[in-house]
Structure formats: C-alpha cells, structure tokens
C-alpha cells in the first residue's frame, strides 16, 4: 500500500525534511512562550516579596490580617504585649509581633540608665533559661541574664518571658516575648 506521501507524488524524504523544519519552527515558539511566563511569574514573586518587606509589615499593612509578622513601632508597645509599664526614655532595639494564627511577639528593649527594673513588682517571676528566642541574650552580649515568666490568667496557654540583663556597653537591654504553649504540642 502506498504512503500518502507517494500517493501525491512526494518523495519521502522530502516529507521528512518539512516535518522536521515545522516542528523546529515549532518548539522555539512554544520555548518563547514558556520564558515570557516564568519572567512574569519572577516578577510577581520580587514584587510581592518587596511589598511584603516594606508595606506589609507595618501595622498598616497587611501583617496583621495574614501570617507576617509586624515591626514594633515602639517601647511602649512592646511593654503593652509583654504586660509591663516600661519607663520612659525606654528605646525599642528592635521586636516585631504576629496576630494570626495566634498572636505572639519578640521585642528587645533598652533601658534608661539607672532605672529599677520593671519586672521588679510585678506577676513574673523566675525560670530557668528557655530556648527559643528571636534574638538571644547571648547574641546581644548579655552577661549572665536573669530569666523571667508570667501566665496571663485570662489566656493560661500563653506564657510571656523576660530576660534582663547588661550588654558589653553597659546598657540594660530587656528581651521579652510571648509563647503559646498550646501550638508547642500540635
């Protein structure tokens, strides 16, 4: 039985030759189109990253309704969600807070020179070291820390922890966070 190549008087080969020509013809396009989305979806990946950096971690923005965490605007801030008066001239070092799936947060403070401590008189009291810090008293050259912890009543899963101490300047840094001990065990 004769090919349809040879039924329409075609040589073979010929036939062949085309073939391999369109899909060459072919492959590049569909190669072209392939990179035009991978560079779309690069620039939607540097874009949301950006915005999620800037924007999205401000109060503001979006940290507060989805799971990035927000930057801490102040001392007195970080002192409300750790539940203590801080004195004034307290400077934020640095903490930031997550509200979803549970709020939490992580805050360095430093202290005002010759100010008494602002645990001293309230429901913390002290622990062992615990592991888990955003910012360890160590890496901020903490000498010899004095850990602290306090449950909330209303919320007994959440455990809030202190640490204090002098760094190698000779200032009074205070690290506080909040931990939820019931997202520990899931």
Known sequence: MPTAAEQLGLDAPEVEVAEREALSRAVPRGLAALLVVAVIAAGLVVGWTIFADTVG??????CGRILLPCELDSAERAGELGRLALPAGSVLVEGSETRVPTPRFDAVVRLPEGTASPL????????D?????????GDLGMAAPEYL???D???????YDAAIGVDAEGATLLLLRAVDEGERGR
């Open 153 to 159: 009543q209303d919320d007994p899963e959440v455990r």
């Open 129 to 137: 070291p615990t592991d888990g810090w955003a910012v360890s008293p």
């Open 120 to 127: 001293e008189g309230t429901s913390y009291q002290p622990v």
């Open 57 to 62: 971690r401000t109060p503001a923005g979006l």
């Open 149 to 151: 912890a306090y449950r």
